[in-house]
């Protein structure tokens, strides 16, 4: 069974910043894309970036870029997201999730990681 | 970028009634060369993360009921639930895969008990 399992809750203050994990389970860690999205409370979810596992290679969304850093450690198999310069509307759950095996869309997906950016 | 729009933001079913959510994408999602529509349905559930339903716009995932159907091609596409069950309320979102990256989301639709 694949299984995407995120790191905990994190409760950060403006300026600060944030690194989430995602380990990954289930299947070859390296064959996959791993992509991380963004949804605030309410909101729909917003692409952040990818990663290839098999050689580092990224992708950031415009919206991120110069804030956002996604990694990937293939000796563990685990994906890492970095936001830097947190402010308020950086408050939402993240999610990690896999490019499907059999297309260009989402799945799995991690449970994802709540974190608040609050003074 | 491709945009995504949904409607309505929210509707409310009676059980066993049909619902209905449109996606409208701002450039056409066909692939002709191999006739197909790149696009996703989702379903979240509070607290959970989304869950493909529908990929290439029609195609069931497997163990996702049959009363979830996906159609549509080019810039309109339609999820219809045949017959809502309580279990299907939750909040639904149509993707776009077409012309990456980025990936693009719908704002999504809440669909209700009436």
């Known amino acids: 069974e694949v299984q995407m399992v995120q790191s905990g809750a994190e409760v950060k203050k403006p300026g600060a910043t944030v690194k989430i994990s995602c380990k990954v389970s289930?299947?070859?860690?390296?064959?996959?894309?791993l992509h991380w999205v963004q949804q605030a409370p309410g909101r729909g979810p917003v692409w952040m970036g990818l990663?290839?596992?098999?050689?580092?290679?990224?992708e950031y969304a415009e919206k991120f870029q110069g804030r956002v850093t996604i990694t990937a450690d293939s000796s563990t198999d685990t994906a890492y997201l970095e936001l830097t310069s947190l402010r308020s509307e950086d408050t939402a759950v993240y999610f990690c999730?896999?490019?499907?095996?059999?297309?260009?869309?989402?799945?799995?997906w991690g449970q994802g990681t709540l974190v608040t950016v609050s003074s | 970028d491709i945009v995504m729009t949904q409607s309505p933001d929210s509707l409310a079913v009676s059980l066993g009634e049909r619902a209905s959510i449109s996606c409208k994408s701002s450039?056409?999602?066909?692939?002709?060369?191999?006739?197909?529509?790149?696009l996703a349905w989702y379903q979240q559930k509070p607290g959970q993360p989304p869950k493909v339903l529908i990929y290439?716009?029609?195609t069931r995932e497997s163990g996702v009921p049959d009363r979830f159907s996906g159609s549509g091609s080019g810039t309109d596409f339609t999820l219809t639930i045949s017959s809502l069950q309580a279990e299907d309320v939750a909040v639904y979102y149509c993707?776009?895969?077409?012309?990456?990256?980025?990936?693009?989301f719908g704002q999504g639709t809440k669909v209700e008990i009436k």
């Open positions: 450039q056409s999602l066909l692939y002709s060369s191999i006739n197909k529509n790149y």
């Open positions: 990663v290839d596992p098999e050689d580092g290679k990224t």
């Open positions: 993707q776009q895969y077409y012309s990456t990256p980025p990936w693009t």
């Open positions: 289930g299947y070859i860690f390296t064959d996959y894309y």
């Open positions: 999730t896999a490019q499907s095996t059999k297309g260009n869309w989402f799945d799995p």
């Open positions: 290439w716009a029609s």
